[in-house]
């Protein structure tokens, strides 16, 4: 851009401010849509944990506002989710004006795929991975010990595991965005892929309850998208020079050959010359 183009730093903190604006509107709307349909979502939320307990057994809530505020939470949560292409399409409008064309067209992209592997990550760790590890810490009621989970700490619980597996399923978009920045190489990912695994069940180790079923099923799918990943910077990771020409030619790049010698004013190697001399005629009677 040109200097008379630039934008001066207090407009800056105008649009900013207008973004900022804009992004509380659309989240206090969507938060009174989301309160009005709480008992509904909540619901929806526990219902993994329901299938798995005993018959007769509820959730209970042990102070007096402590369902209200759950129930707050709730609605912020969803109104969120609910507001949230609004958020996103207003970060990226004031994020655009600082970026090349190129990149102004892959923004759509970026944000349409982001929100895919989120809620991609989300879903997988509600429908595979919560009704196993509910199972799994039910698994220690008996007799003499009955569970008995709060809302309040229910909900803490299952938002932070579903923030989680959302973050978690955005390695592949991470990736390669690393690599088109020209961070990370496919090579380099081929080469540590042995670390990675043992990032990834250690990861799910901490993020998941501790048991080994839940484990494999976040450390599994981590792995098959880190290969995704290996794809993706393959495809995206910037290009040599000599591979950018040879593409625009419509031709294969040609390999690095060895030179012997030195080349002479006319590009033949010295090696070359040594070589036609003494195969032509006139060298054979020079020799005899």
């Known amino acids: 851009m040109e200097d008379d183009e630039k934008m001066p730093f207090t407009a800056h903190l105008e649009e900013l401010r207008e973004r900022l604006i804009k992004s509380f509107i659309a989240a206090g709307a969507g938060f009174l849509i989301a309160y009005g349909f709480k008992d509904k979502i909540f619901e929806i939320l526990i219902r993994p944990l329901v299938k798995v307990m005993g018959e007769g057994d509820t959730l209970i809530y042990t102070g007096l506002p402590e369902a209200f505020f759950t129930y707050l939470k709730v609605a912020f949560l969803a109104g969120l989710m609910v507001a949230s292409p609004v958020i996103i399409y207003q970060f990226w409008m004031f994020v655009a004006p600082g970026l090349y064309r ?30 196993i590890g509910f199972q799994f810490f039910l698994g220690f009621a008996n007799e003499k010990i009955q569970a008995l989970p709060s809302m309040k700490e229910y909900l803490s619980f299952s938002a932070k595991l579903l923030i989680a597996f959302g973050l978690a399923f955005e390695l592949p978009l991470v990736l390669t965005g690393m690599a088109r920045m020209g961070i990370v190489t496919d090579v380099f990912l081929k080469k540590n892929r042995k670390y990675a695994i043992l990032l990834f069940f250690v990861g799910a180790a901490i993020v998941t309850p501790p048991d080994v079923v839940s484990q494999v099923l976040l450390a599994v799918p981590l792995m098959a998208l880190y290969e995704l990943s290996i794809v993706g910077a393959k495809v995206f990771q910037p290009k040599k020079a000599g591979e950018e020409a040879a593409e625009a030619e419509g031709k294969p790049p040609e390999a ?25 005629p006139e060298s054979g009677e020079k020799n005899a």
């Open 102 to 131: 190129k990149e102004r067209k892959i923004l759509l992209p970026i944000v349409v795929l982001s929100t895919f592997f989120f809620v991609g990550g989300a879903l997988f760790g509600y429908f595979f991975v919560f009704p």
């Open 256 to 280: 690095d050959t060895p030179k012997t010698g030195h080349e002479n004013e006319n590009g033949v190697s010295d090696d070359q010359d040594a070589r036609s001399e003494v195969s032509s």
